[in-house]
């Protein structure tokens, strides 16, 4: 599989360029910002995009979207649970300085058990609410991989004092769903350094067993 990790923004998102070798079919998920750097990458690796994937309404997971749509043609996929985050691009832009996108298009939305593919690759949504409430990890079974956005970071956990965030269902969707993967299933996280499943089982704070 072919995987780009491109911190983008000035949050430095991490957006993931992931695509099948043979096929060359990808999907790129959380296309905040920089997205002349991102159709490099995708050019790179001689990608046709079939979907670009969000995994929760804030803007600097989803500020370019509609820029990478114009330049691939892929549709966007979301949550339903955060088109109302999606309706505040505008505020949200102005608490972080940045420039308001306009109105990002939803293709359809994406949860529980559906799946994502791109050629022979295929990742399942889990739907992890809690830092927003439409908030989804990918998980690609095959490859032992995880996209979790702002659930879960190395050593921390995503921040739930935003609009539509709650401590509960973020600890929630962790103990239920992301530490029910094996411990060898590499994390990356929307924001720093990737991890795996079973070191934030032994050493993330939010986690450890009391
Ligand atoms: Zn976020």
């Known amino acids: 599989m072919i995987h780009e990790i491109l911190p983008v923004g000035p949050l430095q998102c991490n957006c993931s360029i992931i695509g099948d070798e043979t096929s060359h079919e990808g999907i790129v998920i959380d296309p905040g910002d ?7 990458l995708i050019h790179k690796h ?7 994937v ?7 997971h989803v500020g370019g979207a509609m820029k990478l749509r114009a330049a691939t043609g892929a549709p966007i996929l979301l949550n339903h649970n955060d088109y109302t985050l999606l309706k505040m691009l505008d505020l949200q832009a102005a608490w972080i300085g940045m420039t308001a996108p306009g109105n990002v298009e939803i293709e359809h ?6 799946t994502i593919k791109a ?6 949504v889990i739907h992890t609410p809690g830092h927003t409430e439409g908030s989804i990890c990918l998980h690609f079974p095959a490859e032992n991989k995880l996209i979790a956005g702002d659930t879960l970071f190395a050593g921390s956990i995503g921040r739930t004092d935003l609009p539509g965030g709650s401590f509960d269902k973020i600890i929630n969707s962790l103990r239920e769903k992301v530490l029910a993967l094996p411990d060898e299933t590499v994390v990356v996280p929307g924001h720093g350094p990737i991890t795996t499943i079973g070191e934030e089982r032994e050493s993330n704070p939010f986690l450890r067993k009391a």
């Open 54 to 60: 969000i995994t929760h309404a804030h803007i600097d």
């Open 119 to 124: 050629g022979p690759l295929l990742a399942n």
């Open 34 to 40: 920089d997205i002349a750097t991102i159709v490099g």
């Open 109 to 114: 939305s994406v949860g529980e058990s559906d």
């Open 46 to 52: 001689h990608l046709q995009i079939k979907q670009i």
